[in-house]
């Protein structure tokens, strides 16, 4: 009978760690630090499908397109232009072009979080701005 209950104890000890473990690591909301992480690659991912089709319409085309352009011709099939509060654009030179995803806001989001602006170009490589 003694082992039952501290058995019981020590359950009870490790399950109340381990709760408090997962509060202090996410916090409540819908803003919380992995919920931003996972719509941060989101972004990320959506800007090299955008680049992607850039240089796809550049081998069809011989020149750079806008976002629009990109969507109308068929290149790209993004239903939206942003993600969670981020808008998309693109700017197109003869010699290349510039896609960019910057945080316009969104309603709900808590302002205690840091929403970076991501850029890229022909290069491929995302850069990012505080």
């Given at each position: 009978?003694?082992?039952?209950?501290?058995?019981?104890?020590?359950?009870?000890?490790?399950?109340?760690?381990?709760?408090?473990?997962?509060?202090?690591?996410?916090?409540?909301?819908?803003?919380?630090?992995?919920?931003?992480?996972?719509?941060?690659?989101?972004?990320?991912?959506?800007?090299?499908?955008?680049?992607?089709?850039?240089?796809?319409?550049?081998?069809?085309?011989?020149?750079?397109?806008?976002?629009?352009?990109?969507?109308?011709?068929?290149?790209?099939?993004m239903?939206?232009?942003?993600?969670?509060?981020?808008?998309?654009?693109?700017?197109?030179?003869?010699?290349?072009?510039?896609?960019?995803?910057?945080?316009?806001?969104?309603?709900?989001?808590?302002s205690?979080?840091?929403?970076?602006?991501?850029?890229?170009?022909?290069?491929?490589?995302?850069?990012?701005?505080?």
């Amino acid at each position: 009978m003694r082992a039952l209950v501290s058995l019981v104890i020590v359950l009870g000890l490790v399950f109340g760690i381990y709760y408090y473990y997962l509060k202090r690591v996410q916090p409540a909301g819908s803003g919380s630090v992995p919920t931003q992480a996972i719509s941060l690659t989101g972004v990320q991912n959506d800007l090299l499908a955008i680049a992607q089709a850039e240089r796809t319409y550049f081998a069809q085309n011989g020149s750079y397109a806008s976002l629009g352009e990109l969507t109308t011709s068929g290149v790209l099939t993004m239903p939206r232009a942003g993600r969670d509060g981020y808008t998309y654009s693109v700017e197109t030179t003869p010699g290349g072009f510039t896609v960019s995803a910057r945080y316009t806001g969104q309603p709900g989001a808590p302002s205690g979080l840091h929403y970076p602006t991501f850029y890229l170009d022909q290069t491929m490589q995302i850069r990012q701005t505080d």
